[in-house]
């Protein structure tokens, strides 16, 4: 079956500008993340969704990251008044309900968001 | 607090040779999981394995095994025989109770370059 898919795979913005960038799941997956990977580093955590709604927003940087999940399946990360410090590959994940355990997360291509 | 730590920056081995990675983690909790995923050139994580914190028994996959020790909270991964396709960013990552289920705490990664 189809993997978890991110559009678009890469977004050249402006600084100030807002951008939105798009998840689509693994059919099925009820839970997705959403995770940041600058140059030489690990992934870093933003938020997880538990169907329609943010289970854990922890990891969102400051209040112009936002995301949505409206129907359950498809997400999108939306981020206002970009700065070049936002540069990364933002990448999303999609799951089965964890339900008491973790489970296993499977990574989607990434969009890689430039800001000049 | 949960980290992962992944003190090996770069590893340079020749086709054939057996390589280790390292992997050591922090977590206060009692129940958590380890994860590994490969990250090759183009950039997508692939999910290699991973162990719940109950689960000791080490782990063989073809040429693949994972040695899983809690008494030196270590999570190491040892590809025999390498192979130029083996080059690749990897990555090992926590998730534990503290943290909702759904979170990876992700170290920086390893990058291993395989030489023909």
């Known amino acids: 079956g189809a993997g978890v898919s991110q559009t678009p795979s890469n977004k050249v913005t402006e600084k100030g500008k807002y951008v939105e960038l798009r998840c689509d799941p693994i059919?099925?997956?009820?839970?997705l993340y959403w995770y940041r990977q600058s140059l030489g580093q690990g992934p870093e955590f933003l938020i997880y969704?538990?169907?329609?709604?943010?289970?854990?927003d922890s990891g969102l940087p400051n209040d112009r990251f936002f995301a949505v999940r409206p129907e359950g399946s498809v997400s999108t990360l939306k981020i206002q008044r970009t700065e070049r410090g936002d540069s990364a590959v933002y990448l999303c994940?999609?799951?089965?309900?964890?339900?008491?355990?973790?489970?296993?997360?499977?990574f989607g291509p990434g969009t890689r968001l430039t800001v000049l | 607090a949960q980290k992962v730590t992944q003190a090996q920056t770069e590893i340079s081995v020749v086709e054939k040779e057996d390589v280790t990675l390292d992997c050591v983690y922090e977590t206060r909790d009692t129940t958590y999981y380890l994860f590994w995923y490969k990250q090759p050139p183009s950039g997508e994580l692939v999910f290699l394995i991973r162990r719940n914190s109950f689960d000791e028994q080490n782990e063989i996959s073809g040429r693949y095994s994972w040695n899983f020790q809690k008494s030196t909270s270590s999570f190491n991964f040892t590809i025999t025989a390498s192979q130029v396709v083996d080059s690749a960013v990897y990555f090992c990552a926590l998730s534990d109770r503290g943290s909702t289920l759904g979170r990876l705490y992700f170290g920086r990664g390893t990058q291993l370059t395989v030489w023909p």
């Open positions: 969704f538990q169907g329609t709604g943010a289970a854990d």
């Open positions: 059919s099925g997956h009820t839970a």
């Open positions: 994940a999609s799951s089965l309900m964890p339900s008491g355990r973790a489970a296993t997360q499977y």
